[in-house]
């Protein structure tokens, strides 16, 4: 039963930085790709940032490039979102999420295993 495990979420002004960890377990994790959504309320679930199983080819949505960068350890079987210069428009829950295929997937629908979300909130 493969299941994912996100931490990191909080409260941080604009302008500052988080990490997310998100550690999978039940799989073969190097053989995944993994991406993070986020969904603020009364919206959909948007896509993030996706990284490809070789870490090697990564996608980022507009709103963050330059801003976030996705990477991920598949010795510690865990992918990362560092998020720096924060905005406030940047409040969501953040959801990791990984499927066993080698497209790079900017869809939600590209993934099969979700995370059950972590908060960040950005205040002004």
């Known amino acids: 039963q493969v299941q994912l495990v996100e931490s990191g979420g909080g409260l941080v002004q604009a302008g500052g930085s988080l990490r997310l960890t998100c550690i999978i377990s039940g799989g073969t994790f190097s053989l995944y790709a993994m991406g993070w959504f986020r969904q603020a309320p009364g919206k959909e679930r948007e896509f993030v940032a996706a990284?490809?199983?070789?870490?090697?080819?990564?996608a980022y949505a507009d709103s963050v490039k330059g801003r976030f960068t996705i990477s991920r350890d598949n010795a510690k079987n865990t992918v990362y979102l560092q998020m720096n210069s924060l905005k406030p428009e940047d409040t969501a829950i953040y959801y990791c999420?990984?499927?066993?295929?080698?497209?790079?997937?900017?869809?939600?629908?590209?993934?099969?295993?979700w995370g059950q979300g972590t908060q960040v909130t950005v205040s002004s």
């Open positions: 990284i490809k199983w070789n870490v090697y080819s990564t």
């Open positions: 999420a990984g499927d066993r295929s080698s497209v790079l997937g900017v869809t939600k629908y590209d993934y099969h295993y």
